[in-house]
């Protein structure tokens, strides 16, 4: 299992970036898939998520309205579309994916946490 993501960078507040996450090893919709982010000194947060079976993601109050999260399966890859940013969303964002096919929901494995983590992108938002 490889999951390599991209399109980290520094934006202005109110700005927009879309991550990437290219997926290897193993076919995106067979597994829950999302994204997680971690600040300096702060805790890993699950910022989006979706269960194998759901049919709407789960994201987090903080980016609810504001990131989307797709994916595109005939790429093998996740996005997280990121608009009206702001400087609390500085972090390192993972991509990250379940080890087993279950029926539990996004909002189950980003309280939860997943199993395979790639290496993170660095979002900053600063003026």
């Known amino acids: 299992v490889q999951l390599q993501a991209s399109g980290g960078g520094l934006v202005q507040p109110g700005g927009s970036l879309r991550l990437s996450c290219a997926a290897s090893?193993?076919?995106?919709?067979?597994?829950?898939i999302g994204w997680f982010r971690q600040a300096p000194g702060k805790e890993r947060e699950g910022v989006s998520c979706?269960?194998?079976?759901?049919?709407?993601?789960y994201y987090a109050d903080s980016v609810k309205g504001r990131f989307t999260i797709s994916r595109d399966n005939a790429k093998n890859t996740l996005y997280l579309q990121m608009n009206s940013l702001k400087p609390e969303d500085t972090a390192v964002y993972y991509c990250v994916t379940a080890r087993r096919r279950t029926s539990y929901s996004g909002g189950y494995y980003c309280r939860r946490g997943m199993d395979y983590w790639g290496k993170g992108t660095l979002v900053t938002v600063s003026s």
């Open positions: 090893g193993f076919t995106l919709d067979d597994y829950a």
């Open positions: 979706i269960g194998r079976s759901d049919t709407t993601p």
